[in-house]
Antibody, heavy 121, light 108 residues
Framework: QVQLQESGPGLVKPSEILSLTCTVS????????WTWVRQPPGKGLEWLGY???????NYNPSLKSRVTMSLDTSKNQFSLKLNSVTAADTAFYYC???????????????WGQGTLVTVSS | EIVLTQSPGTLSLSPGERATLSCRAS???????FAWYQQKPGQAPRLLIY???SRATGIPDRFSGSGSGTDFTLTISRLEPEDFAVYYC?????????FGQGTKVEIK
């Protein structure tokens, strides 16, 4: 079955760029939306945005100016970049397959295990 | 932005009891874009229900979802020990996903 795995630095300095990659195994990255969600320790979930297999993106307006998503179909990977980070960006970052379709959604499934990114000098 | 408000914040119940979790939206939207997730400590969220009432693959039938418009409900008919967790509702509207703040179901 499809599995997702996040990778990237666990520590980022304030004002720098947070960069994460999600590797998809057991299935193709094609024909789906791929999404990022984060969760500050002990708090709730926040959707960051998604990218479709044609490279089209949709970002959460609250972060839109700082977020960039991309994908590499040859590697079956998609990526997240968040610039100008502050301590408020410290969170567990999850990638997930987003089964959005024309008139509904089958939900986010599966999810990666998540990776903690701490913003600190 | 559609705001989702979950209630109660915490639900204290015993194994075998029925759990009823509520999610209310600030404006009406299509249930086709509504989902419930379960999250246990140290784990990623897991999809339970999509389209307001359809169970995801492998989800036991003690979990059921219902509702439409602005009011949605997740019911766990008989709580099993593994069901004690945090539950989140989610919607997609105006090209944006939002989550509720979560309901913690704890052992009484």
């Amino acid at each position: 079955q499809v599995q997702l795995q996040e990778s990237g630095p666990g520590l980022v300095k304030p004002s720098e760029i947070l960069s994460l990659t999600c590797t998809v195994s057991g299935g193709s990255i094609s024909s789906y939306y791929w999404t990022w969600v984060r969760q500050p320790p002990g708090k709730g979930l926040e959707w960051l945005g998604y990218i479709y297999d044609n490279g089209g993106t949709n970002y959460n307006p609250s972060l839109k100016s700082r977020v960039t998503m991309s994908l590499d179909t040859s590697k079956n990977q998609f990526s997240l970049k968040l610039n100008s980070v502050t301590a408020a960006d410290t969170a567990f970052y999850y990638c997930a397959r987003d089964r959005l379709y024309g008139s509904g959604s089958f939900g986010f499934d599966p999810w990666g295990q998540g990776t903690l990114v701490t913003v600190s000098s | 932005e559609i705001v989702l408000t979950q209630s109660p914040g915490t639900l204290s119940l015993s194994p075998g009891e029925r759990a009823t979790l509520s999610c209310r939206a600030s404006q009406s939207f299509s249930g086709s874009y509504f989902a419930w997730y379960q999250q246990k400590p140290g784990q990623a969220p897991r999809l339970l229900i999509y389209g307001a009432s359809s169970r995801a693959t492998g989800i036991p039938d003690r979990f059921s979802g219902s509702g439409s418009g602005t009011d949605f409900t997740l019911t766990i008919s008989r709580l099993e020990p593994e069901d004690f967790a945090v539950y989140y509702c989610q919607q997609y509207g105006s090209s944006k996903y939002t989550f509720g703040q979560g309901t913690k179901v704890e052992i009484k």
